[in-house]
């Protein structure tokens, strides 16, 4: 600091030309904290994965014995590992239409003609905003597959068997899909309306003299006018998605019968229950690997329907 | 507005404002459970709250039987340490890739945000293993560490001071400031704002955190609020009753901070989306 404060003294005596030079200088020292914090737990920690997923480790002894990519090898061909990425899948095909569409319509009611739009506007934020873990808690009893109010009131509605939730495996990840996606839709609801408030009501009337119907008026005008928030909130659902990890490790622990391990779960159980960080990592790579390819893809599609003013 | 149309928009907006509470249904429950007897829980049928004999008890007794104040403290002193330095290193991160710029400086910056799609779970391993290495597990510098670099806030801030005017800083360097002492006086001020924002958001955000208490903390005194919350549901699964009183003594913090702050939070969440 002291450098850059010396030199600003230099900058009053006249030698504007040394002041870009001089804010360079001051810019590395400014950035310094931002890149050695990148670079311990950023930088590093991932040529520690790639490592990781190429050695041995002993944990006890912190010696490492190299395996080329005998933990990758044992990944593909590893049933479970399989599972887990259908499972991911299987999750996001859910959660991701489900929360886009639910943000978007919350965000249409909201932005018509009410009263209280307000307290609605909590209403849909506040899952959103409380805690995750102590939400999942409450979701936990609530789905209580023989006694929660839920089934509660089917059964009181004369539904002989209502569905068991977490601890049946067909409907178990559904059930965590969904919860995901009623945390989250408070985020995707707060930009979607901020979005369709940006567009300007010209655009409506103009329509309107046209004789264009409500259906066509969100179709050429409503929808490309807030493609860009939307491709945002996509990417953001996508690795949000790919990320779920707080309602397997809550509400199934990756049950029953693996059918909600997805490979967040099994990551973590390979690395702290087994104790196999290296098998981890080698999925985790992966993870990341499915994380970067699903952004391209959707970065190159959003050409054909992302309109940029 | 014609009466028959503006039954129309009152019974509308009804409608919505029950969907809104549809929502939240099983928050409503947390909270007419929590002021219920264990025998009530499931009880049909079902009813709100009893306005005779509303239980207390299971509040008085998570405040004084359980953890949770040791988690509370726990978890406001993570988050406060958390966010006052995440919001230091980005001021000073976000004034040097926006405003100062160096050699190299956006290609840097590049690499930065590229980061933002690693799963977080992966560096969790790696971090897990050093930290075990140099003795940081089961401490809250576990946590807190991790958390004071977040390429997101970095981002953010680089938003902020690429638009930022630089004639009020040149006068600051023409009245003798140095950087340093310009960026204090006269860009931070400017940029309360967005550091308020940033700091709102990473609040909620760091509050939230499971994964990293769950693999980086043993000692029950070291507990914040999410892992003790899962700790008490493991330990104490059948007392449906008093988990709930203790969700909604975990939530009360966060909802109470929301409601305050409710308009800055909603215009937070919308710079920071719409520019990232």
Redesign the interface.
């Known amino acids: 600091m002291e450098t850059a404060f010396n030199e600003g003294k230099r900058v009053r005596r006249g030698r504007a030309y040394s002041l870009e030079r001089l804010e360079r200088r001051a810019g590395l020292l400014f950035a310094l904290p931002a890149l050695v914090g990148f670079l311990l737990f950023v930088f590093v920690p991932m040529i520690c994965v790639l490592l990781l997923s190429l050695y041995k480790v002993d944990l006890m002894t912190y010696t490492f014995e190299f395996k080329g990519f005998g933990f990758y090898d044992k990944m593909l061909g590893d049933p479970d590992f399989w599972k887990s990425v259908r499972n991911t899948l299987t999750y996001m095909a859910i959660y991701v239409p489900l929360t886009l569409l639910l943000g978007l319509g919350m965000a249409l009611v909201l932005n018509g003609k009410m009263r209280a739009r307000g307290v609605v506007r909590t209403f849909f934020i506040i899952p959103y905003i409380t805690t995750y873990v102590a939400t999942l808690v409450v979701w936990n009893v609530f789905l209580h597959p023989t006694e929660g109010p839920v089934n509660s009131l089917l059964m009181s509605l004369g539904v002989e068997r209502p569905p068991q939730y977490m601890v049946d495996k067909h409907w178990a990840l559904p059930m965590l899909a969904l919860i995901g996606s009623w945390k989250d839709v408070g985020y995707h609801c707060i930009l979607f309306l901020a979005a369709l408030q940006g567009v300007s009501k010209d655009y409506y009337e103009a329509a309107e003299i046209d004789g264009a119907g409500r259906l066509q008026r969100f179709k050429h005008i409503t929808f490309p006018l807030i493609s860009p928030t939307s491709f945002f909130l996509l990417l953001i659902t996508i690795i949000g998605g790919l990320q779920a990890f707080y309602q397997m490790a809550l509400l199934t622990k990756g049950g029953p019968a693996f059918s909600t391990t997805t490979m967040t779960y099994h990551i973590y159980r390979s690395a702290f229950e087994f104790y196999n960080f290296s098998y981890a990592s080698a999925v985790g790579m992966f993870l990341f690997l499915l994380t970067l390819v699903l952004i391209a893809v959707n970065w190159f599609a959003q050409k054909k329907w992302v309109f940029y003013q | 507005m014609p009466l028959g149309s503006n039954i129309r ?2 019974v ?2 009804v409608v ?2 029950l ?3 549809v ?2 249904t ?2 409503l ?2 909270i007419s ?1 929590s002021l219920k007897f264990e025998h009530q ?2 009880e ?1 049928p ?1 009813v709100f709250i009893h306005w005779d004999a509303v239980n207390w008890n299971n509040y008085s007794h998570v405040l004084t039987g359980t953890d949770f104040p040791v988690w509370l403290w726990n978890s406001v002193f993570v988050v406060i340490v958390s966010v006052v330095f995440r919001l ?3 001021a ?2 976000g ?3 926006g ?5 190299y ?1 956006d290609g ?1 910056f590049f690499a ?1 945000l590229a ?1 933002m ?7 969790l ?6 930290f ?2 140099i003795g940081l597990l089961d401490s809250h510098w576990a946590l807190i ?2 958390n ?2 977040d ?1 997101l806030s ?1 981002f953010l801030m680089r938003q902020f001071f690429l638009s930022f005017p630089k004639e009020l800083v ?1 006068a600051a ?2 009245e ?8 204090v006086r006269v860009a931070l001020p400017l940029a309360a704002t967005p550091l308020l924002t940033l700091g709102l958001l990473s609040f ?1 955000m760091i ?2 955190q ?2 990293q208490p ?2 980086f903390l043993h000692s029950k005194e070291l507990y914040t ?3 003790g ?2 700790s008490f ?1 493991t330990q104490f699964g059948k007392q ?1 009753a008093m ?2 009183a ?3 003594l ?2 009360i913090p ?2 109470g901070v ?2 305050a702050l ?1 308009k800055r ?2 215009e937070s ?2 710079s920071s ?2 520019k ?1």
């Open positions: 928009y009152t509308r907006s919505y404002l969907v809104g509470l929502f939240i099983p928050l429950w947390m459970t829980v499931f049909r079902f230091l290193l980005s000073l991160g004034y040097a890739f405003f100062l710029k160096f050699r400086s840097i930065f980061a799609f690693i799963p977080y779970q992966l560096t391993l790696p971090q897990f293993i050093s075990r290495f560490l991790p004071i670099v390429v970095i040149h360097y023409l003798g400031s140095g950087v340093f002492r310009s960026f909620f509050w939230d499971y994964f769950l693999i609020i999410p892992i919350l899962q549901q449906y988990q709930m203790l969700a909604c975990a939530i966060v909802l929301f409601l409710q939070f909603v969440i919308v989306g719409l990232g």
